[in-house]
């Protein structure tokens, strides 16, 4: 068994003062990078994901933009593999499936941004490839949304999607959890 770390999208457009703030993105990042450092001092790997919208009139994650980065808490180091999307799954049209079956990745955790739009999707693609599957739901943040007049606070759709990918994707536990063991 081989685990690795995928961080989705923490990317700067979701934090204050970007183009699409996120609800909970602060502490969701600062967790990220808690576990972060454990797998970097553990030597595990570490895959960043970066979303670049390519839509028409796309109003965040424009390609060479500052929001598009990636934050700060949780910057790439040399020899980190970052792997660019377009889509919410980032397995999709990327070479993420290769790169963690060439490096015989069996299990893995995930952190992120948007938990019930690209976190979501990509745990469910990687459960239909065979991984193990296990998300740092506080390492997660998302917005609230609304459907047909229903406003649905962040909390609650954070809920939502992780229930959702933890009733057959995947494990979800918290950082701590994650570093003490739990997987």
């Known amino acids: 068994m081989s685990r690795a770390l995928i961080l989705i ?4 457009d979701y934090f204050k003062g970007g183009a699409a703030e996120l609800e909970g993105c602060e502490a969701a990042s600062h967790n990220a990078s808690v576990l972060l450092k454990y797998f970097r001092e553990n030597k595990l790997p570490v895959i960043h994901v970066q979303h670049h919208s390519v839509k028409k009139n796309s109003t965040f994650f424009i390609p ?19 792997i660019t999307k377009n889509f919410p799954n980032s397995f999709r049209d990327t070479n993420l499936s290769a790169i963690l079956k060439n490096n015989r990745i069996t299990d893995i955790v995930f952190c992120g941004m ?31 949304l609304e459907f047909k007049g229903i406003k649905v606070k962040a909390s609650d759709v ?25 997987r």
Do not use: Y
Not at 64 to 82: F, M, N
Not at 122 to 136: I, M, S
């Open 9 to 12: 999208d923490i990317q700067n």
């Open 64 to 82: 060479g933009t500052p929001g598009a980065g990636i934050a700060d808490a949780v910057s790439p180091k040399d020899g980190e593999i970052v």
């Open 114 to 144: 948007m938990t019930h739009m690209c976190v979501h999707s990509t745990v469910l693609a990687a459960f239909d490839f065979g991984f193990n599957n296990t998300v740092a739901w506080d390492a997660c943040a998302t917005r609230s």
């Open 158 to 182: 954070h809920a939502a999607a992780l229930a959702a990918m933890t009733f057959a994707a995947a494990k979800a536990l918290s950082v701590s959890e994650i570093i003490s063991g739990g």
